[in-house]
Each structure stands twice: as structure tokens, then as C-alpha cells.
């Protein structure tokens, strides 16, 4: 089992819907946890942290379910601009700044 | 915000040559970089953690004779992928983190570029 597992998509969403990702992870040890977002051939950028009681950001919102082991991103409104790669990245539980990084989930979104 | 910026973006080498990349962090103090590699679909996958001063930290399964690392200084990382093959081709990112960042780790790694390497 990976231990960062995603939907590699691709989603196709239309203009202005709302599309959620989710991503498991197997170390229940695990204490930090992070969307980031990459764009075709470009370096990952850091999207949002994702804290215990969920948290919002604009038009996105993040949360974290401990129990279950899953990490879940909400876009609302979505733009074109939307359109990326979204990386699903947990911290190894031996190193604060080691992370485990997800394949990532494709989002397309149509006009 | 902090800038990386990674060299060469792009590089075509034949089969057994050497190829340097390097990581520098132009506005920060970089004692920990990371070398990433990413094939395509896949995730990014963790091949050393570099602190300045000392020897890499080499994940399960990468060669450390065959990628050459080295952190000579705080804004400083080079990765040499010495008698580079086809499957050596991918995309090789680099990240650092911040000097200045203290004990707390918000997550945010400043990553170059990245370097798409393609061997022939």
C-alpha cells in the first residue's frame, strides 16, 4: 500500500462548480499535512496547510479526519486558473521536514 | 517570498556523460535542501536531504556514488548525476528550507524550478 494515496483523475469540472479530492494516508503517526499545487512541468507550490478543525482559505477549504486517515480538499466557485495538478503531502512521523508526497490529483477545468 | 532558483532547466546529455544541477537560494539561508525526482504521472520521490557542511542523507535505493551531492555553502546545492543512462531521464527538483524559519516547520519548502533531464 502507498503510503500517500490519491485519485490521479483526471477531473473535468465545469466553470463555477465545486469539486472536493480526497487523499489517504497509512502512518497514523502522521502530524502534518499539506496540499500543494503543480502546474504542468512547473515546481510544486504550496496550496494550504490542513489543521485538525478543518480550515478555509477563500474558495478552498481543507480537512483532516484522523480517524479514517484521510485528507479531503473542497474548491468552490471553481476557476480555469483551477486547472492543475494537486499534491496530497504528509510529514514522515522520524523528521519534521521529510514529507511524503501523493501522484497527485488532475483537475480540469472547462469553460 | 523566498526564492530558489535551480540550473540548468533543462539539459540533453548522451549515455555515460556527467551532469551537474544546481540549487541556490538567492534571498535565504538554506541549511537543509532536498532532492526530488518525478517521473511523469508520478509523485514526487525524495532522493537526498543535504544540510550544508556535511554529507547528504541518501533515501532507500538511491545510489549515493551515482548522484553526487554536495552543499558547500548556506545558499549552495549541486546534484551530479555522474555516467547519466536513459533511465536516469526524469525531472529532478530541488527544495530548501529556510534558515530563518526557526524550530516550527510551516510546511512551505521553496523548491527551484526544476531541471528536466534527458539522457540519450
Redesign the interface.
Known amino acids: 500500500r502507498k503510503e500517500?494515496e490519491q485519485d490521479?483523475g483526471p477531473f473535468n469540472v465545469p466553470e463555477g462548480a465545486t469539486v472536493a479530492f480526497n487523499c489517504t494516508y497509512s502512518n497514523s503517526a502522521s502530524q502534518?499535512f499539506?496540499w500543494y499545487r503543480q502546474d504542468c512541468?512547473?515546481?510544486?507550490?504550496?496550496l494550504m496547510?490542513v489543521y485538525s478543525s478543518g480550515n478555509e482559505d477563500g474558495r478552498f477549504t481543507a480537512q483532516l479526519n484522523r480517524a479514517s486517515q484521510y485528507i479531503s480538499l473542497l474548491i468552490r466557485d471553481s476557476k480555469l486558473s483551477d486547472s492543475a495538478t494537486y499534491?496530497c503531502?504528509v510529514?514522515k512521523m522520524d523528521s519534521?521536514?521529510?514529507?511524503i508526497?501523493?501522484?497527485?490529483t488532475k483537475l480540469i477545468i472547462k469553460p | 517570498g523566498a526564492v530558489v532558483s535551480q540550473h540548468p532547466s533543462w539539459v540533453i546529455c548522451k549515455s555515460g556523460t556527467s551532469v551537474k544541477i544546481e540549487c541556490r537560494s538567492l534571498d535565504f539561508q538554506a541549511t537543509?535542501m532536498?532532492w526530488y525526482r518525478q517521473f511523469p504521472?508520478?509523485?514526487?520521490?525524495?532522493m537526498a536531504?543535504s544540510n550544508e557542511g556535511s554529507k547528504a542523507t541518501y533515501e532507500q535505493g538511491v545510489e549515493k556514488d551515482k548522484f553526487l551531492i554536495n552543499h558547500a555553502s548556506l545558499t549552495l546545492s549541486t546534484l551530479t548525476v555522474t555516467s547519466a543512462h536513459p533511465e536516469d531521464s526524469s525531472?529532478y527538483?530541488c527544495?530548501a528550507?529556510s534558515l530563518a524559519s526557526g524550530r516550527g516547520?510551516?510546511?512551505?519548502?521553496f523548491?527551484?524550478?526544476?531541471s528536466?533531464l534527458t539522457v540519450l
Open positions: 500517500v490521479p502534518s499539506f512541468r512547473k515546481e510544486p507550490k504550496l496547510s499534491l503531502v510529514n519534521n521536514y521529510q514529507l508526497w501523493g501522484a497527485g | 537543509t532536498f504521472k508520478q509523485s514526487l520521490m525524495l536531504t525531472f527538483i527544495s528550507k516547520f510551516t510546511g512551505e519548502l523548491f527551484g524550478e526544476g528536466r
